[in-house]
């Protein structure tokens, strides 16, 4: 390896501070982008980082607030006022080693735009001192927002916060580094705030927040489309897509059910228009001797994102129609911004490049560092940028990279720095911002059929928020007039936001003539208590289906109605679709609490063995409280408790494997009901002191994955004792039941395996 005297002031400071990202098994590290193409990354002003740019034809870019109005933004939630409430993490990654993260250093400002030209000119500070925050959400009295630790809740008297802030939820944020720990807190069409790195959606309810279970999504940054549906990614994928709307496959959590509705959006490939040695593993080429190649050996360029991050869906008015419901993806790394051609198609979601091999927005300039998009009340799309030279956490940085950053400078400034960009087509035109809040119930009823997605958003927001009951009247005549869908859709969820959502409401919407209308309204059954869903029964089994996703949503609502002609018209719908999985798992859903009934009444009609193995293993959970650890005591409780804070803590394992063990799409596969986890100890240990590459199959199902499983020997902070603690927690959590393992089996197989030096199993090496 070549050694240059950089290289050598690195290796000395590695020594003090350790490279936690740097790997055993990668024996080379050297740059294989010559110096002589690598342009220096000076800092920018906002007018010459203009000129780096590259975007699609038809557009702009142009700045709403640049530093000193915004530093290190990373995240905002508008007010209805059209104010951006930004997030600024400004202890991120000072430097390269991270000093002073710890210290709160963190604020949460407003900027606005006050003369309506476009830019942000007033900056006001509403808290300071905030540990790492990375998320917020505005109510008219005050703010919840994600710090490092919780997350909170403060009270305001229009820009002044009130009294302190206070722990909304406890045990809301799982423990991780800063790249692995919850964001998001955006409010859904279903009136909950949904999260990334997360398992659990928010709701107000009162003063007190309800906090309820969901599927674990993404990794930073999060979004939703005109239906409710949400759409997530990590770092190594561009985009994901749920087809069906969130918690509709989870009624009956007796037994989980195996049908994923996730589907991934397009390939993962990125086209950057400058060389980019900047990435963390890129020096893994097969120049230097590895199978693979990270950046495109020609150009020098990322082949794959590495750094996806915050998503949208565009929702606005200032884009040619053809862009309507497109997603858009930032890449931090490599100075970029994605789009992804969206199509629906039977029961699944399907994405593309409609730009090809162009980008639909890029930089030259390394400090770029687009990290979250945003539909804007204008109908543009904003770009949170927190011009850094730092993007990697030091958590996961190597030394290599550690070089690439001090090279060119990259580790200062520390701070001052930060910018929001507006994207806007030259041919649209843009959506004057008027205070929503200030409208009467009956002007905020009509805009819940603006054609701008933010308008409809904030106008429901307002009106849940208000809880003005006298405005129901109007949201129901708003259900029947059947004129403009997505206004039927919002009148639909804000009755629900106000908690008066009734059969008549349901039995409205059922018979809209836009089939996406009669899907919420099925969705929208499933919310309904017990004497309104039975005063809609009549109207949900007499409902026929038009296409396969109102046959999913209506298999669900039949089931919690537990009468013999429900279960008539649910038999009948799986007899007709058997082959149609998510059908099955919907109606699963929709069946807790009667199973044994719905069985009985198929009488051996539907003989699908998976599907009626569900019905008995949920009729058997009914009535029993789930009880993690249940059953154990002694050293072997005691190791399971500490291997559970360990799985989702110092260990993370719950980033790619799920809170819940479920796994996560192009992560990591699920440990519950893992053969590879409630098997052979010996293997499984094996598996956590060196890690794991792909494929691999878990229960007769390949999961291709995005990058290796890194070992646990790899991390000093972790004795034997602990990686067997973390293996006696995942082999009896969840629905796994396996033995204890005990430290001494970490110790032997760990000398026995030394002289892998870290590189990971392959599948056919652990039989």
């Avoid at 925050?133 to 820009?159: F, M, S, T």
């Avoid at 843009?430 to 308008?455: C, D, M, R, Y």
Wanted: proline letters at 5%; a neutral charge; one cysteine or more.
């Amino acid at each position: 390896m070549k050694l240059t005297i950089t290289s050598l002031l690195l290796a000395s400071l590695t020594l003090a501070y350790g490279q936690k990202g740097n790997k055993k098994e990668h024996h080379s590290m050297d740059s294989v982008v010559p110096a002589s193409v690598i342009p220096a990354a000076p800092v920018l002003s906002p007018a010459e980082a203009l000129k780096s740019f590259q975007i699609a034809p038809g557009f702009v870019i142009e700045p709403f607030a640049t530093e000193p109005l915004v530093e290190k933004p990373i995240a905002l939630d508008f007010d209805p006022a059209g104010r951006a409430w930004v997030v600024e993490m400004i202890g991120y990654m000072m430097d390269l080693d991270g000093k002073d993260e710890s210290v709160p250093q963190g604020r949460i400002v407003v900027v606005e735009d006050t003369n309506n030209d476009g830019k942000a000119d007033k900056r006001t500070v509403f808290l300071e001192k905030v540990l790492l925050p990375r998320a917020v959400a505005v109510y008219p009295d005050g703010l919840l927002y994600i710090d490092d630790h919780d997350l909170k809740w403060i009270k305001r008297d229009g820009l002044k916060p009130v009294g302190s802030a206070v722990i909304a939820a406890p045990n809301f944020i799982e423990a991780g580094n800063v790249e692995h720990k919850v964001n998001g807190l955006m409010r859904g069409l279903d009136n909950w705030h949904y999260n990334a790195k997360s398992g659990k959606r928010v709701r107000r309810d009162g003063d007190k927040w309800r906090v309820e279970e969901t599927a674990f999504r993404g990794q930073w940054g999060i979004a939703q489309d005109n239906y409710g549906r949400l759409y997530h990614n990590n770092n190594s994928s561009i985009l994901f897509g749920d087809f069906l709307a969130p918690n509709l496959l989870t009624g009956n959590p007796g037994v989980k059910s195996k049908a994923s509705d996730v589907n991934k959006l397009g390939p993962d490939n990125v086209y950057p228009i400058r060389v980019t040695p900047g990435v963390n593993r890129a020096y893994i080429q097969k120049s230097n001797g590895y199978t693979s190649d990270t950046l495109d050996p020609k150009t020098f360029k990322l082949i794959l994102t590495t750094a996806s991050a915050g998503p949208m869906i565009y929702r606005g008015t200032n884009f040619p129609k053809e862009w309507q419901g497109r997603g858009f993806t930032p890449e931090s790394v490599v100075q970029l911004v994605k789009a992804v051609q969206i199509d629906e198609s039977g029961t699944k979601l399907t994405g593309s490049h409609p730009l090809g091999k162009k980008e639909f927005l890029a930089s030259t300039d390394e400090r770029f560092r687009p990290v979250n998009m945003y539909n804007a009340p204008d109908g543009s799309l904003m770009i949170l940028d927190m011009y850094h030279g730092i993007i990697q956490d030091r958590f996961f940085m190597t030394s290599y990279l550690r070089e690439q950053y001090a090279s060119r400078k990259l580790d200062g400034p520390a701070s001052g720095h930060g910018r929001i960009w507006r994207v806007r087509a030259t041919s649209g035109k843009l959506e004057s911002i008027a205070n929503v809040e200030a409208l009467t119930n009956e002007a905020l009823v009509k805009q819940l059929a603006h054609p701008n997605g933010w308008h409809r958003d904030m106008a429901q927001r307002v009106l849940v928020d208000r809880k003005d009951l006298t405005v129901v009247s109007l949201l129901e005549q708003t259900i029947v007039r059947n004129q403009t869908p997505f206004a039927q859709i919002h009148a639909l969820w804000t009755v629900e936001g106000l908690g008066k959502l009734s059969a008549a409401h349901v039995t409205m919407a059922l018979n809209a003539n836009d089939p996406k209308v009669i899907v919420s309204a099925l969705w929208a059954a499933s919310k309904l208590s017990a004497s309104e869903l039975t005063a809609a029964s009549q109207a949900l089994i007499a409902f026929v289906p038009q296409n396969d996703e109102q046959k999913i949503y209506l298999a669900r609502a039949l089931g919690p109605i537990g009468t013999p002609a429900a279960y008539a018209a649910l038999a009948d719908l799986l007899q007709k679709n058997s082959k149609n999985e998510l059908l099955k798992a919907a109606t699963f859903s929709g069946l807790d609490n009667h199973e044994t009934a719905f069985k009985d009444h198929l009488n051996g009609k539907f003989v699908d063995k998976d599907f009626l193995s569900l019905l008995d293993k949920g009729a058997a959970a009914t009535g029993k409280a789930v009880v993690s650890g249940g059953g154990l005591k002694g050293a072997h409780l005691a190791s399971f408790d500490r291997g559970k804070a360990l799985y989702s803590g110092a260990a993370a394992c719950f980033g790619c494997h799920g809170a819940n063990g479920e796994g996560v799409l192009n992560l990591g596969p699920p440990l519950d009901e893992s053969e590879w986890v409630t098997g052979d100890a010996d293997r499984l240990v094996k598996i956590l002191l060196h890690g794991m590459t792909g494929p691999i199959k878990v229960a007769g199902i390949e999961y291709k994955l995005a990058a290796d499983m890194p070992g646990l020997m790899q991390n000093p902070t972790l004795k034997d004792s602990d990686i067997a603690d973390i293996a006696t927690y995942i082999r009896h959590e969840w629905s796994n039941k396996a033995p204890l393992v005990k430290a001494d089996v970490v110790t032997k197989l760990r000398k026995d395996t030394a002289a892998r030096t870290g590189s990971p199993y392959r599948a056919q090496e652990l039989p």
